[in-house]
Antibody, heavy 120, light 110 residues
Framework: QLQLQESGPGLVKPSETLSLTCTVS??????????WGWIRQPPGKGLEWIGA???????YYNPSLKSRLIISVDSSRNQFSLKLSSVTAADTAVYYC????????????WGQGTLVTVSS | QSALTQPPSASGSPGQSVTISCTGT?????????VSWYQQHPGKAPKLMIS???KRPSGVPDRFSGSKSGNTASLTVSGLQAEDEADYYC??????????FGGGTKLTVL
């Protein structure tokens, strides 16, 4: 059974860097027909795609976040991470990691999500 | 690119059918058959209900169906049940390795 689990600080100060890790069990993040990505949801609002990476490690970023975003991979631990720099209150959201099937570009397995609040 | 456009709310009585629209452009919804629909109950992660416009993943009731015409995709829920009350989001490949979501529709079962 595939499971994803987000982890990281729940509170980040403005202008600092938000860092989250997704640990995957039950599947390899090196599979060739899957991407692995991040999605966020501000409280009471809709979903926003953040970015993803493929089996070769190539990354794909939301253009609106690209300048502040790094997604990295640790295949040996079957984990991937998100770093979002220079955060503001607008980055407060529930952050989800998920498996993305290609070429359909849909997310079939999701983590439970973790709330990150940006506040001093 | 802007988010896809969904009506903020929809409603229907038990047993009825309801359709939720998702409008994009020729560069996303209209340009690719990669539209998905997700159901999200409060406090829960989204659940994939429809992929590639009209395909139902295993375990999704056949009361849920998807379609597309031009730049607008639609999700139809037939035979509404109380447990269908949730938020529904569409998504579409937007070209250039970009993915777009709709703003979400709150479905109320009256």
């Amino acid at each position: 059974q595939l499971q994803l689990q987000e982890s990281g600080p729940g509170l980040v100060k403005p202008s600092e860097t938000l860092s989250l890790t997704c640990t995957v069990s039950g599947d390899s993040i090196s599979r060739s027909n899957s991407y692995w990505g991040w999605i966020r949801q501000p409280p009471g609002k809709g979903l926003e795609w953040i970015g993803a990476f493929d089996y070769s490690g190539r990354t794909y970023y939301n253009p609106s976040l690209k300048s502040r975003l790094i997604i990295s991979v640790d295949s040996s631990r079957n984990q991937f991470s998100l770093k979002l720099s220079s955060v503001t209150a607008a980055d407060t959201a529930v952050y989800y990691c998920a498996r993305e099937l290609v070429p359909a570009n849909n997310f079939d397995y999701w983590g439970q999500g973790t709330l990150v609040t940006v506040s001093s | 690119q802007s988010a896809l456009t969904q009506p903020p709310s929809a409603s229907g009585s038990p047993g009825q059918s309801v359709t939720i629209s998702c409008t994009g452009t020729s560069r996303d919804v209209g340009g690719y058959n990669y539209v998905s629909w997700y159901q999200q109950h409060p406090g829960k992660a989204p659940k994939l209900m429809i992929s590639e416009v009209s395909k139902r993943p295993s375990g999704v009731p056949d009361r849920f169906s998807g379609s597309k015409s031009g730049n607008t995709a639609s999700l139809t829920v037939s035979g509404l049940q109380a447990e269908d009350e949730a938020d529904y989001y569409c998504s579409s490949y937007g070209g250039s390795n970009n993915l777009l979501f709709g703003g979400g529709t709150k479905l109320t079962v009256l």
